[in-house]
């Protein structure tokens, strides 16, 4: 019987592990797992897949519908024996033999998410209701990636898993709010009611290389106008804070979640906290100097600080991230000037 607890606390489920199909004993099979990404084609989901597929023992099947994500952010991989890419919206079901799922689509740039409300919201509910049914009938271990604005506009600061959080539910980021919250909702019946294995991760502002050029989040958008050379839009009052953890700290964290024993949700973030006024000024020195900042109209329901306390992924996981703000920010630029083909002016 395999155990799992949730959060190391009281609701401790016992369940027969799911049982592997027969092949997986041969010794001429040729791979241990068999890994679902849903959105893999996107930021973070394409990183993920980057560090699944080191493992020469796994073998990936990507599925996503290009919304926000693109066939370029896989390319390496395409051709190789171990790895598999579907286009698929995760709101129609799907019929795949795997051994764990990690379930990431969905729209995360507040833009994106707004643009068809709608659909998001569908894909938070209906796409992870699809995966949950696919975990069931497979006996998969399912990860969630949720996200910090479970917690709203926080009263409590900073944000421990235990915060049940201060989200308007009939605003315009309701969908995204409140669509992943049904979704931890909807882990949690199924690991009650079904013993399904599940693990809830709740991610903090993630950047790096890779991520959508235009795609409206605010360190795309300071790194993406300093190399153009237009005035970083920093939105009113620029006192509101945001934790901003580097993409491979963020790998490494899901990883961990989906092979230790713990359901979640646990909170992977780093707890670096930035007024957006200090990450504007800390891009402008550091990529350039020339150019001003730009007050800006802000969006409604903004949260206005944003921390996480990652004791339980120290203690539960072993993780604490490795890559402070200024030492990541210069990859992505690297990355960004290579798309925009803006190249490095050398001073001597
Ligand atoms: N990046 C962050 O700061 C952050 C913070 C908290 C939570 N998250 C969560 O992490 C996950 C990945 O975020 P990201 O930053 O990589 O975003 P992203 O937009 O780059 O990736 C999302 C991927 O999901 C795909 N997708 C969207 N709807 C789909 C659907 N209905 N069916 C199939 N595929 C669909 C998109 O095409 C894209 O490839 C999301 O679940 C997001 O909510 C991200
Ligand atoms: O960490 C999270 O849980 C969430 O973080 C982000 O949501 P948000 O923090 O609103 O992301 P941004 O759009 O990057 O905004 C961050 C802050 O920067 C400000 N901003 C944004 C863009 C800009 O050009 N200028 C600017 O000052 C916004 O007003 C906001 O206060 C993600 O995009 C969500 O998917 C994710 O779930």
Request: proline share 7%.
């Amino acid at each position: 019987m395999a155990k799992e607890v949730a959060n190391g606390d009281q609701h401790t489920v016992t369940r027969p592990p799911p049982i592997p199909s027969p092949l997986r004993f041969s010794k001429f099979f040729q791979s241990n797992l068999r890994i679902l990404v849903t959105g893999g084609a996107g930021f973070i989901g394409s990183h993920l897949v980057d560090k699944l597929m080191e493992n020469e023992k796994n073998e990936v099947i990507v599925v996503d519908n290009y919304f926000t994500g693109s066939k370029d952010n896989l390319k390496k991989w395409f051709g190789h024996p171990r790895f598999e890419l579907i286009r698929h919206d995760v709101t129609e079901t799907l019929l795949v033999e795997v051994d764990q799922i990690y379930h990431l689509a969905c729209p995360a740039s507040p833009i994106f998410y707004k643009y068809n409300p709608v659909k998001t919201i569908k894909t938070n509910v209906i796409g992870t209701l699809n995966m949950l049914g696919l975990a069931k009938r497979v006996g998969a271990r399912i990860l969630l990636t949720s996200t910090s604005e479970v917690y709203g506009d926080p009263l409590e600061h900073p944000q421990k898993e235990e915060y049940w959080g201060n989200v308007n539910p009939i605003g315009v980021r309701s969908c995204y709010d409140e669509g992943k919250r049904v979704a931890e909702t909807l882990m949690f019946d199924y690991h009650r009611q079904h013993g399904l294995e599940i693990r809830i991760a709740r991610i903090f502002n993630t950047y790096g290389p890779r991520m959508n050029i235009d795609d409206g989040r605010v360190v795309s958008n300071f790194i993406a106008q300093a190399i153009r050379g237009e005035p970083l839009t920093v939105q009113a009052p620029g006192t509101q804070t945001r934790s901003f953890c580097y993409v491979s700290d963020m790998v490494d964290g899901l990883i961990r979640l989906m092979e230790g024993d713990n359901t979640g949700p646990i909170n992977i973030g780093n707890p670096g906290e930035f007024t957006m006024m200090e990450l504007a000024e800390t891009v402008k020195e550091l990529i350039n100097p020339a150019v001003p900042l730009k007050n800006v109209e802000n969006t409604p329901d903004d949260p206005r600080q944003r921390k996480p306390d990652i004791t339980k992924a120290k203690e539960l996981l072993g993780w604490v991230p490795k890559i402070t703000l200024r030492e990541g920010l210069p990859f992505m630029e690297e990355d960004f000037r290579q798309r925009l083909g803006v190249p490095k002016q050398h001073v001597d």
